[in-house]
T-cell receptor, first 111, second 121 residues
Framework: KNQVEQSPQSLIILEGKNCTLQ??????????LRWYKQDTGRGPVSLTI?????NTKSNGRYTATLDADTKQSSLHITASQLSDSASYIC??????????FGPGTRLSVLP | GAGVSQTPSNKVTEKGKYVELRCDPI?????LYWYRQSLGQGPEFLIY????????DSGLPNDRFFAVRPEGSVSTLKIQRTERGDSAVYLC???????????????????FGPGTRLTVL
């Protein structure tokens, strides 16, 4: 069964700290993996897109990693800001337009 | 506007009524997607259009749900005989091409609209 799991479910950190969010998946045939940021009441916004051959991709303070062998991905946020408070959703796309969304990690950054 | 727009932003209806939700994708985007998101959950895929045709409607929960995209741009999601369980945020997204197009590395970015919050009383 195609499935995406994310951990932790929620996370609270202090402003300026780093954090890492995890995504494990069982999706095939794998096409690409995406991380989205979703602010409350808004649509998701793409952070990174990684294909099978990519191990790391950065977007500003966000760095995503992908281990296709273990089917794991992580999203690392450096020097967190209050505006980073949001849900972070891992999405794995299989060929054939099969979208499998994770439940998201709710991040709260406190001053 | 340059982004994906959805109307209405909020819709409250009574159980059993018919509703239509509209999505205006980014101009020139051939692929359009509808998702449903319940509170505290990730989005759930409903249907995908490539041009005017529904390339994959496997995510539609039942035959009360239907979507059209007659001219390959604006799309309407239609829900008949609404039920309380239909209450959710309905998200629309578009991309220049299919997000998993073989040979491109699947790197086509998907842009989401703000969603329509549907409440069925």
């Amino acid at each position: 069964k195609n499935q995406v799991e994310q951990s932790p479910q929620s996370l609270i950190i202090l402003e300026g700290k780093n954090c890492t969010l995890q995504c494990n998946y069982t999706v095939s045939p794998f096409s690409n993996l995406r991380w989205y940021k979703q602010d409350t009441g808004r649509g998701p916004v793409s952070l990174t897109i990684m294909t099978f051959s990519e191990n790391t991709k950065s977007n500003g303070r966000y760095t995503a990693t992908l281990d296709a062998d273990t089917k794991q991905s992580s999203l690392h946020i450096t020097a967190s800001q209050l505006s980073d408070s949001a849900s972070y959703i891992c999405v794995v796309i299989a060929y054939g337009q099969n979208f499998v969304f994770g439940p998201g990690t709710r991040l709260s950054v406190l001053p | 506007g340059a982004g994906v727009s959805q109307t209405p932003s909020n819709k409250v209806t009574e159980k059993g009524k018919y509703v239509e939700l509209r999505c205006d994708p980014i101009s020139g985007h051939t692929a359009l997607y509808w998702y449903r998101q319940s509170l505290g959950q990730g989005p759930e895929f409903l249907i995908y259009f490539q041009g005017t045709g529904a390339a994959d409607d496997s995510g539609l929960p039942n035959d009360r749900f239907f979507a059209v995209r007659p001219e390959g741009s604006v799309s309407t999601l239609k829900i008949q005989r609404t039920e309380r369980g239909d209450s959710a945020v309905y998200l629309c997204a578009s991309s220049l091409r299919a997000v998993d197009l073989p040979g491109t590395g699947g790197a086509n970015e998907q842009f989401f609209g703000p969603g329509t919050r549907l409440t069925v009383l």
